[in-house]
C-alpha cells in the first residue's frame, strides 16, 4: 500500500477514534445531568386547565408539588419557557413574573408564604433562627435535603431526602435567560414593597438556601403547596 494512503488512513482512523471518545464522554455527561424520575412521590392529581398531571409530596404538615409548575398563562405576559423552548417547560416547568406566579397555582394550590417555606426549611434541618435571616442560611445544609440527586451541574450536592426535588431550571432577568443547570430560584407570595418580593434559591455547589428580596419581573420557578 502506498505510505502516503497508509498515512491518510491512519489520520482518519486516528480523528474518528477522537470523534467517537468525544461523543461518548458528551454522552455520559448528559446522563449524569438527566433528570431523575420522580417515583418516590405520595401521589397524583391533574391540572383540569390544561390536564396536566403534577406528583406531590407530604412534607411534615405541608403538601408540595414535587415539580415546578407548568401553566402557561395565557391571558398575561410574564411568563416563559427557558430560552423560548417548549421542550424546557415539559422539562423544568414555566418562569413566572410574580404577579403571574401569584395567579398561576391550581384550584385548591396556592403559592406558599414566606411563612410556609420556612416551615419546609426547618423540616429539612434549618435552625429557626437561620429561617428568619436574609442571605444564605446554612445550618442543617437543608438544601442537601431538598435538591434533586441529578440534573444538576458538576454533580450538584442533593439528597432529596425529604422528596422536595428541586431542579436547577435557571432564572430570567431583564431580558436574559441565565444558570440553567447551576442555580433555581422560586417566588413565595410574601410580597416586601411594590417592587419586590420574597424568595428563595439553591445553586449546584452549595448547602445553604438563600432567602432574599426580588425584583417582581424576574422569572423564578414555582411550586404550589396545596391548601389546608
Given at each position: ?40 412521590v405520595d401521589g397524583h392529581f ?15 404538615t405541608q403538601t408540595w408539588m ?14 416563559w419557557c427557558y430560552n423560548a ?144
Amino acid at each position: 500500500m502506498n505510505i502516503n494512503v497508509t498515512r491518510q488512513l491512519s489520520r482518519v482512523s486516528c480523528f474518528v477514534s477522537r470523534s467517537a471518545l468525544i461523543l461518548l464522554i458528551s454522552l455520559l455527561l448528559a446522563s449524569c445531568n438527566k433528570i431523575e424520575p420522580l417515583t418516590d412521590v405520595d401521589g397524583h392529581f391533574t391540572d383540569t386547565r390544561d390536564d396536566k398531571e403534577y406528583a406531590f409530596v407530604n412534607i411534615g404538615t405541608q403538601t408540595w408539588m414535587a415539580e415546578n409548575l407548568r401553566y402557561n398563562v395565557t391571558d398575561s405576559t410574564g411568563w416563559w419557557c427557558y430560552n423560548a423552548a417548549e421542550a424546557n417547560c415539559d422539562t423544568y416547568g414555566r418562569l413566572y413574573s410574580w404577579e403571574n406566579a401569584m395567579k398561576a397555582c391550581p384550584v385548591g394550590w396556592h403559592l406558599p408564604s414566606d411563612g410556609e417555606w420556612k416551615t419546609l426549611e426547618i423540616f429539612a434541618g434549618m435552625t429557626a433562627s437561620d429561617a428568619d435571616s436574609l442571605g444564605w442560611r446554612i445550618t442543617g445544609a437543608a438544601a442537601i435535603a431538598l435538591k434533586a440527586k441529578k440534573g444538576w451541574n458538576s454533580g450538584g450536592t442533593g439528597e432529596n431526602t425529604v422528596r422536595f426535588s428541586a431542579i436547577p431550571s435557571g432564572i430570567f432577568e431583564q431580558g436574559t435567560y441565565s444558570f440553567i443547570g447551576d442555580l433555581t430560584s422560586f417566588w413565595t407570595s410574601t410580597y416586601t414593597d411594590e417592587t419586590h418580593a420574597l424568595g428563595r434559591a439553591m445553586i449546584y455547589h452549595a448547602e445553604g438556601i438563600y432567602r432574599w428580596k426580588y425584583t417582581k419581573t424576574s422569572g423564578f420557578s414555582v411550586r404550589c403547596i396545596k391548601n389546608q
